[in-house]
């Protein structure tokens, strides 16, 4: 790869995804890795912010933030509700909650479940 170029591969995607939230303050992130096991995307992000408020500005910061890194514009679906935002950037698709809906929709769970074949369900 050229000192120039641009790494635009699904781990950088996540990379900055990551970071950004984090910038951001973005709570409880969990990633979720897909590769192999679906093919909506190779990474799945889900992240809580306090309000509404600060789901909407961590979406559409992270929105801008992966155009102007070169990745395309992300699909934003959910605001201006900002209850459940989901921002769909390719090989990485990030979903957005206020506490309550987190925990009333628990993706985390629900993906879980199909990832480890071995994994215990404790009551």
Known sequence: MAANSLDLSP???HALVMSQLDDDQ???IVTIPLAGKSSIADHMVIASG???RQV????QKLAEKIKQAGFGPARVEGLPAAD???I???DVVV????PEVRSFYNLERMWALGDAPDAAISS
């Not at 909407?56 to 979406?59: E, H, N, V, Y």
Request: hydrophobic share 50%; aromatic share 8%; proline share 0%.
């Open 11 to 13: 781990d950088a995607l």
């Open 26 to 28: 973005a709570q409880e």
């Open 50 to 52: 306090r309000s509404t």
């Open 56 to 59: 909407a500005s961590i979406a």
């Open 84 to 86: 459940w935002v989901l």
């Open 88 to 90: 769909d950037a390719g």
């Open 95 to 98: 979903h957005l909650f206020r």
